[in-house]
C-alpha cells in the first residue's frame, strides 16, 4: 500500500566528486545528464510533492534548472548526501513538509515501490525508512552494491559494502537470501536534523556509508522488503553501459 501523508519532500543530492564515476551526475544516460533523469524518474512517480537537487555544483544546478527542475545550493563542506538534504530541509522549515524523501542522484530506475516502500516505514514508526530487494549470491561480494541485514520486525541490523550475512557451507550459500539496499531515505524533518548533527563514526568511516552513523546512534532503520529485484545505481562505467542498455530496453519504440 502506498504512503498517503502529504506533503512530501524529495531531494537528490549531487556532486561532482565521484571517485569511480568522475563527474557522475553530468553523465549522460541516453543523452541526458543522469542528476536530470533521477530528477525526471521520482517527479513522474507523483509520490513526492516537490523535488529539488540539493548541490554544491554551479554547473549541476545550470542543467538541473535548463531542464526547469530546482536546484538549491549547500555548503561545499557536507561529507555525504543525507547532511546536504538535510541542509535543504532545514531552510524550509515553514513549507508544510511531513517527510523529507532523500533519492541518490545516481538512481534512474527508482521505482514507486523503493519509495512508497520508504515511506510507509516511517508512517509505521520507524525513524528513518528505506527499502531492499533480493540480491543473488554471485552479486554479494560486489562492494559498490550495499547489503542490509534485518531483524524479524524488518528493522535494519547493519548495512556493508561485504556480503552479509556470511555463508559458512555451500549448501547454506545456496537456500540464502542476500538483500540490495536502495538508496533512498525517508523520514521526518526533525529526525533528518537530528541524524545530520550526530558526530560521524568509526563504521560510518569504514564502510563510506552515511546510514550506519545513525545505527551506531541507536536511530531505528526500518526496511521494506520488495518482492522482486530491481535495477542498481549507477557508480561506475559498467554500471552506466548497463543502465543504457536497461533504458533501450524499456524506451523502445514499439
Known amino acids: 500500500m502506498l504512503f498517503c501523508v502529504m506533503p512530501v519532500l524529495a531531494v537528490i543530492p549531487a556532486r561532482l566528486g565521484s571517485t ?26 507523483g ?8 548541490t554544491d555544483s554551479e554547473r549541476i544546478a545550470k542543467v538541473v534548472r535548463d531542464a526547469g527542475f530546482e536546484a538549491q ?12 538534504v538535510a541542509e535543504v530541509a532545514a531552510s524550509r522549515v515553514d513549507g508544510g513538509f511531513d517527510v523529507v524523501l532523500n533519492v541518490q542522484g545516481d538512481e534512474p530506475f527508482v521505482s514507486a515501490e523503493i519509495m512508497a ?27 559498490s552494491i550495499v547489503k542490509v541485514v534485518m531483524d524479524r520486525r524488518g528493522r535494519a541490523l547493519y548495512f556493508s559494502r561485504s556480503a552479509i550475512p556470511f555463508r559458512r557451507d555451500e549448501e547454506d550459500l545456496a537456500r540464502g537470501q542476500y538483500w540490495r539496499h ?51 545505481g549507477i557508480d561506475s562505467e559498467n554500471d552506466l553501459e548497463r543502465a543504457e542498455a536497461i533504458w533501450a530496453l524499456t524506451h523502445e519504440e514499439t
Not at 563527474?23 to 521520482?42: I, T
Not at 545550493?73 to 546536504?84: E, I, K, N, Q
Request: glycine share 12%; aromatic share 2%; charged share 20%.
Open 20 to 45: 569511480r564515476l568522475p563527474h557522475k551526475p553530468l553523465q549522460l544516460l541516453a543523452g541526458v545528464p543522469l542528476v536530470v533523469r533521477v530528477a525526471e524518474r521520482v517527479g513522474a512517480i
Open 47 to 54: 509520490l513526492a510533492d516537490h523535488v529539488v537537487v540539493a
Open 73 to 84: 545550493m549547500t555548503s561545499s563542506a557536507h561529507r555525504t548526501g543525507t547532511d546536504r
Open 117 to 143: 516502500g520508504a515511506l510507509d516505514r516511517v508512517q509505521a514508526g520507524d525513524d528513518i525508512g528505506t527499502s531492499a530487494s533480493p540480491l543473488s549470491g554471485d552479486l554479494a561480494g560486489d562492494p
Open 182 to 232: 536502495h538508496g533512498v531515505y525517508a523520514c521526518r524533518p526533525a529526525v533528518l536534523g537530528r541524524w545530520a548533527a550526530l558526530p560521524r563514526t568509526g563504521l560510518e568511516a569504514a564502510e563510506g556509508l552515511e546510514q550506519l552513523r545513525a545505527l551506531e546512534h541507536g536511530m531505528v532503520i526500518g526496511v521494506a522488503r520488495l518482492r522482486g529485484a530491481t535495477p542498481a
